[in-house]
């Protein structure tokens, strides 16, 4: 098991088909083939022990992801917006290394001690460096080697690399994409970044299905509409701050997106109100709602297109709440859901949420596999199940509002008060307090005019409990969240500890 | 017989036909064209795929038993056909996934 084998796979099938690029110029499957072969064989004649990508969405994406696979080193995309000496730091780390990188990295990365650099154009023109191409055959079938290393976000503490394997990401690709099932017409948007986790997904995804991939770069929603439109884009991936945007903008234009046939968002928490004004403004579009973690190689529960029609339309309460999910768990993927003392909770209890299944790596470099004696991994994140299995998330277990030794999710009062016609935005978190250890606070981004304080606690009074109604209640242009779009409620409580007048 | 795990590759000994497991434990007789599977690499290729098992494998495609008890995905296709001892698999039409990236 090797992600050689999608590639494999995907050239013998599909080998004219473009996997990247416009329709007129992209890189076809051969091609592709052709530069991840003269890359594996330059990484071979190399003392690279990683391949680290520092660049934007493009087509030296997919070269540089099977070329590592090919020739038995892992791929390890960086954040280039990080500052300088925290990117230099995570190439010393990768060290001996190949770094593939935009321009600005170039220079940014000059000068790391073990690093040979290549820029994309230079790669893109000359792929082997003058080393020997790799032959198709020749290439490790270890399904226990580290394919890709990535630094996890960091939310809730520092950043850790995430380790994996070859047989988790091609489980993940086997147990969800049916081979070659794209239409010669379909066409992907690739927008996320490339240290994230779904990115590696999705490239792994569109090779395997024949779906070409259409890169942009640097995203703002305006570009991405009109890379949409020029391109006949028919699927896309969108973390929940970037669809926010793009329904924004849409608004703004006046348009709708017609070739769309299919979106899927996760990766942090989306706001119903922006899916369902998404599901006017993308008529044609069948959407997904994925939960996943880099450590279980993406996805691991999903509402489909089905679920989100049917909820939508349900005139049930309970039923209609489902928007608000993630879903059911992928086949070949087991959910529970656990109480403190690590039994199971009952549907509509909240608990830590553990995953199992081939596809879960749940591995740091540096500190080994987490899963336990059977297989399950913990996610640190908090939620419930319904009688139904639909899966909600409440938030990270970190951020957890401890007060007077009850644990609340901030994710649940946060629902409760955007369901509020005024409320935009909103973060819950736990404040320092010498009666209860933590109480509950809340940023609010309003429209005008905004709601009054006591209304919204009285919202949560009588939706939730009395102990959950803010102590606090502060009103903010905007939220703090990381580019990949995650809520840092680590910030906010930071910021009120250090200032108990307020915000 | 062979001994299936998830990830575990065999191939025909008689075609080109590879498969990796997608679904299924322990000893089975895992058979391509008429002969028993080997692991992948382990084994010549001699032969042709016998007359009753000479249907052929198709590149991506899902095989299983009625039971779902094993299912295979062809990842080398070859004009010999699968089956689970005396028992043609046959491909699963499966229902497609909603794509989540």
Not at chain 1, 130 to 140: M, N, T
Request: with cysteine.
């Amino acid at each position: 098991m090797n992600l050689m084998m999608l590639l494999e796979m995907a050239v013998t099938a599909m080998g004219e088909r473009v996997a990247v690029g416009p329709l007129d110029r992209g890189l076809s499957c051969d091609r592709l083939v052709g530069d991840a072969a003269a890359l594996a064989g330059r990484l071979r004649a190399s003392k690279a022990e990683h391949l680290v990508l520092c660049d934007e969405p493009g087509a030296v994406l997919p070269v540089s992801l099977f070329g590592a696979a090919w020739a038995g080193v892992p791929y390890v995309p960086i954040n280039y917006r990080l500052a300088d000496d925290d990117l230099r730091r995570l190439a010393e780390r990768a060290a001996p290394a190949l770094a593939v990188v935009n321009p600005s990295g170039a220079e940014r990365l000059a000068g790391v001690d073990g690093l040979e650099i290549v820029e994309r154009d230079a790669l893109g023109e000359d792929p082997a460096g003058g080393a020997q191409p790799a032959d198709l055959s020749d290439w490790p079938m270890d399904p226990d080697a580290a394919a890709v290393l990535l630094y996890t976000s960091g939310t809730s503490g520092p950043p850790k690399t995430a380790l994996l394997r070859h047989r988790h990401l091609v489980s993940y690709v086997f147990g969800t994409v049916e081979f070659a099932s794209a239409g010669p017409d379909e066409a992907h948007i690739m927008a996320v970044p490339p240290y994230h986790i779904a990115s590696v997904a999705a490239q792994l995804s569109q090779v395997y299905s024949g779906r070409r991939i259409v890169p942009l770069p640097k995203f703002d929603p305006d570009s991405w509409i009109d890379l949409v439109q020029a391109q006949g884009v028919t699927h896309a991936m969108l973390v929940p701050t970037m669809l926010a945007r793009i329904v924004d903008a849409l608004d703004r234009r006046g348009e709708a997106l017609e070739s769309v046939r299919f979106v899927s968002y996760g990766g942090g928490k989306s706001h119903r109100a922006v899916v369902e004004r998404a599901l006017e403004l993308f008529p044609t579009a069948g959407f997904s709602h994925a939960y996943g973690l880099t450590e279980t190689s993406s996805t691991v529960c999903v509402m489909g297109p089905d679920d989100h029609r049917r909820w939508a339309a349900s005139d049930d309460p309970d039923e209609r709440a489902r928007l608000s999910s993630t879903g059911r768990p992928l086949a070949g993927v087991e959910v529970s859901v656990r109480r403190e003392d690590g039994t199971d909770a009952e549907p509509g209890t909240a608990g830590e949420i553990w995953v199992r299944g081939e596809q879960v790596a749940g591995e740091y470099a540096e500190g080994g596999s987490q899963l336990d004696a059977d297989g399950w991994f913990c996610t640190r994140d908090s939620g419930h199940t319904d009688e139904a299995g639909y899966l909600w998330i409440h938030g990270r277990n970190d951020d957890l509002i401890i007060r007077g030794g009850e644990n609340m999710s901030p994710g649940e009062i946060e629902d409760v008060l955007l369901t509020h016609p005024a409320v935009v935005d909103a973060a819950a978190f736990g404040v320092p307090s010498r009666e209860w250890g933590e109480e509950v606070a809340v940023c609010i981004v309003a429209r005008s005019p905004a709601p009054a304080v006591d209304d919204l606690c009285e919202l949560v009074r009588t939706r939730l409990r009395s102990s959950r109604v803010p102590a606090r209640v502060e009103f903010v242009d905007e939220l703090p969240y990381n580019d990949t779009g995650k809520l840092l409620r680590r910030e906010l409580r930071q910021r009120f500890a250090a200032d108990p007048s307020g915000g | 017989m062979v001994e299936l795990r998830p990830g575990a590759r065999f191939q025909s000994t008689v075609c080109a036909t590879e498969v990796i497991v997608v679904k299924g434990t322990g000893p089975a007789e895992l058979t391509c064209g008429g002969a028993p599977m080997a692991a992948a690499g382990s084994a010549e290729r001699s032969g042709e795929p016998s007359a009753d098992a000479s249907e052929g494998t198709l590149l991506g495609k899902r095989y299983g038993d009625q039971d779902e008890t094993i299912e295979v995905l062809c990842t080398k296709a070859g004009p010999g056909s699968l089956a689970l001892g005396d028992v043609p698999l046959t491909v699963k039409v499966t229902k497609p996934l909603p794509a989540s990236d």
